[in-house]
């Protein structure tokens, strides 16, 4: 049985399911559900396999679902409770065998596109309460960008986390606080990367080292609302940021999460933003039984390093000389 089981100490979530050989994530179907190409301007889907040119995206279901809409449809509300791991998982590929002429920035926007337009698909389905949208890439990824969605029944805890402190400190100063760690010249040392419409910068208190956060410069609470300029700019961030990061911790992988409020939740809305935290350090006990933290490079160092490198990417992308 798939079940998602919940605590109230700490609020757990736990994805207890039966164990599968292979229990990576990214271990997808032969075949893509659905593609996705651009035809005019416009996002197109397709079903299946298709054998035209100019594939963009492709969409697979996972071969080792998360969650499963098979799941068996069975709650339990005491002692513990429990509810059903019902959902979708799916992975989108930015392939490069079927776009080989493309930019690899252009994948990256392409690839949000197509995130954004599958988001919308998913809040839409029925028992769907959160989409969680996230990655764990090796270095040669950022080639061909991958993004994993898995839903929830319910909003995830850090998520809860991050919503009720954002509305509890804007109750008190007026203002948001993701809004205040990109206002003013208090961060300034900790900024890696600045475009039109994000920027990318070392948070003051990191979990690990050479973490970082790209954030929507203006106050934005909807990912699902952003224009294709916008998703254009965040491909051209994500590539030239997460190139920096490769070429400056060399064989590093890392993870990537989209902090993002639920499309079906009405109320306070978080400031979205994605998190980078690249596999610099295992999960010590002090890290995951106490949320403390310790880095041997401080975040104002490594948004030195960061910034350098993540700046050659962008010009390199653009085809400028620095
Ligand atoms: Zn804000
Ligand atoms: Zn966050």
Not at 128 to 134: E, K, L, N, Q, W
């Given at each position: 049985m798939?079940?998602?089981?919940?605590?109230?100490?700490?609020?757990?979530?736990?994805?207890v399911r039966p164990k599968i050989n292979s229990s990576d994530g990214m271990d997808r179907q032969e075949s893509p559900a659905l593609s996705m190409v651009f035809h005019n301007g416009v996002l197109q889907i397709i079903d299946g396999e298709h054998k035209s040119d100019g594939w963009a995206i492709e969409i697979f279901e996972s071969r080792t679902p998360i969650v499963s809409t098979d799941a068996d449809l069975y709650y339990q509300r005491k002692p513990w409770f429990g509810e059903p791991a019902y959902g979708y998982h799916n992975i989108l590929v930015a392939t490069v065998e079927k776009t080989p002429d493309m930019q690899e920035y252009e994948r990256w926007a392409n690839l949000l596109v197509a995130v954004q337009d599958r988001m919308r698909w998913l809040y839409d389905q029925p028992k769907?309460?959160?989409?969680?949208?996230?990655a764990d890439m090796k270095p040669s990824d950022i080639r061909e960008p991958h993004l994993q969605l898995v839903t929830l029944p319910s909003i995830p805890p850090i998520i809860e986390t991050e919503v009720r402190t954002s509305y509890a400190a804007k109750k008190k100063m007026g203002l948001c606080p993701i809004c205040q760690i990109i206002d003013g010249d208090s961060g300034a040392e900790r900024r890696i990367l600045v475009s039109n419409n994000f920027i990318a910068i070392a948070p003051w208190p990191a979990s690990r080292s050479y973490e970082f956060w790209i954030i929507p410069r203006k106050h934005s609470i909807s990912f699902t609302k952003m224009t294709q300029a916008d998703l254009h700019d965040l491909?051209?961030?994500?590539?030239?940021?997460?190139?920096?990061?490769?070429?400056?911790?060399?064989?590093t992988g890392f993870s990537l999460v989209f902090h993002l409020s639920s499309e079906k939740k009405k109320a306070f809305r978080l400031h979205w933003h994605i998190e980078v935290y690249p596999h610099t350090a295992g999960n010590t006990g002090m890290d995951r039984g106490f949320g403390v933290s310790l880095c041997d490079v401080s975040p104002e160092d490594a948004a030195k390093d960061l910034s350098v490198a993540s700046r050659l990417e962008w010009a390199n992308a653009v085809g400028v000389n620095l």
């Open positions: 798939r079940m998602l089981r919940t605590n109230h100490i700490g609020n757990k979530f736990s994805i769907i309460g959160y989409v969680m949208v996230f491909g051209m961030m994500m590539r030239s940021t997460l190139g920096g990061l490769v070429k400056t911790l060399q064989d």
